[in-house]
C-alpha cells in the first residue's frame, strides 16, 4: 500500500483513516459498494453505486449536462490541478485548468483559477514562494469576491486575482509603505485600462489571456522572473455566445 500523500487528496473527510492513501480508499469503497470523493464529489452525502447511478440517469436525463459543482469544490478543483502544473507559462497552465468540466465558459471560478495559475508559474520560474501557502491565501481572499464584477463594480476579477496573487507573493497589506504596493496598484491599473479599449461584452478567457500574459511580462521586468511567453490563440470562443469576434486581441481570425 502507498503512503499517505495529503496534497493530492480532495475528500473533505480529513479524519478518515484513509485519507491521502488511494488503494486503502479504493478497496475500502469496493467492499462497501460506493464510490470515493474525488471519483464522485456531487454525491450529496450519498456515495453508494445506487445514488450514483441516479445521479448520471437525472444528468443525462436533462442532456447530457455536465456535473454541477459547488463553488467550493471548483476551488479544491483548480487547486490540486495547479499544483500538479509544471510550466512556466501562467496562460499555457489556465487553459489547461479551463478545459475541465468543473471550469464553466464564465464563472466566479475564475477570480481564483488565475491568481492559481499566475503562483504556480511564479514558482516554476523559480520564484522562492511555498505554492500551497499562496494557494491557500489566494483562494480565501477570491472566495469573497462577487460574480460579475467587470460590469457591476467597474474592476475585472481577473485583475483583482492576478493582483491578489501578487500581494500574496510579495506580503502586501493595507499598512505596507514599500514598492510592492505600489507595484500591485501599477499593475491592475495598467491592465484594466487595456480592458476599458476593448470594452464588452465581458469574457472571462480574454480578461485572463490579458491579465496572465501582461503579469508574466510585469514580473520580467520588475522583479526578474523569467515566466514564458507565447502568441495566445483563444480555442474557446465556440462556447462563448458574445464573443466579440476579431475585436478580442486573441481570435484565431486576427
Known amino acids: 500500500m502507498q503512503g499517505p500523500d495529503i496534497t493530492e487528496c480532495m475528500c ?16 475500502k469503497h469496493r467492499l462497501t459498494d460506493s464510490l470515493p470523493y474525488c471519483l464522485f464529489p456531487d454525491n450529496g452525502g450519498d456515495k453508494s453505486n445506487e445514488n450514483h447511478y441516479r445521479v448520471l440517469k437525472k444528468r443525462f436525463e436533462k442532456g447530457g449536462q455536465v456535473m454541477e459543482y459547488t463553488l467550493e469544490q471548483k476551488y479544491e478543483l483548480i487547486k490540486q490541478a495547479a499544483l500538479k502544473a509544471t510550466s512556466k507559462n501562467p496562460v499555457e497552465i489556465a487553459r489547461d485548468i479551463m478545459k475541465n468540466n468543473f471550469v464553466s465558459i464564465h464563472g466566479p471560478e475564475h477570480h481564483f483559477l ?3 495559475a ?15 501557502v499562496c494557494l491557500d491565501e489566494l483562494a480565501k481572499r477570491t472566495i469573497k469576491m462577487p460574480g460579475a464584477m467587470c460590469g457591476y463594480w467597474g474592476i ?42 476593448i470594452g464588452g461584452a465581458r469574457c472571462c478567457k480574454r480578461n485572463a489571456f490579458l491579465s496572465l500574459s501582461y503579469g508574466a511580462q ?13 502568441n495566445i490563440v483563444c480555442d474557446f470562443y465556440p462556447k462563448n455566445a458574445q ?8 481570435h484565431q481570425a486576427k
Open 218 to 230: 510585469f514580473v520580467k521586468e520588475r522583479y526578474g522572473i523569467e515566466m514564458e511567453r507565447d
Open 114 to 116: 488565475d491568481g492559481a
Open 12 to 27: 473533505p473527510k480529513v479524519s478518515c483513516p484513509n485519507h491521502g492513501m488511494c488503494c486503502d480508499c479504493v478497496t
Open 243 to 250: 464573443c466579440l469576434g476579431t475585436k478580442c486581441p486573441f
Open 118 to 132: 499566475f503562483i504556480m508559474a511564479y514558482r516554476n520560474a523559480d520564484g522562492e514562494i511555498d505554492p500551497i
Open 156 to 197: 475585472c476579477g481577473s485583475v483583482a486575482s492576478v493582483g491578489a496573487a501578487l500581494s500574496v507573493i510579495h506580503g502586501t497589506s493595507p499598512l505596507s509603505t514599500d514598492e510592492f504596493y505600489k507595484d500591485n496598484m501599477r499593475f491592475t491599473s495598467a491592465i484594466i485600462a487595456k480592458m476599458a479599449q
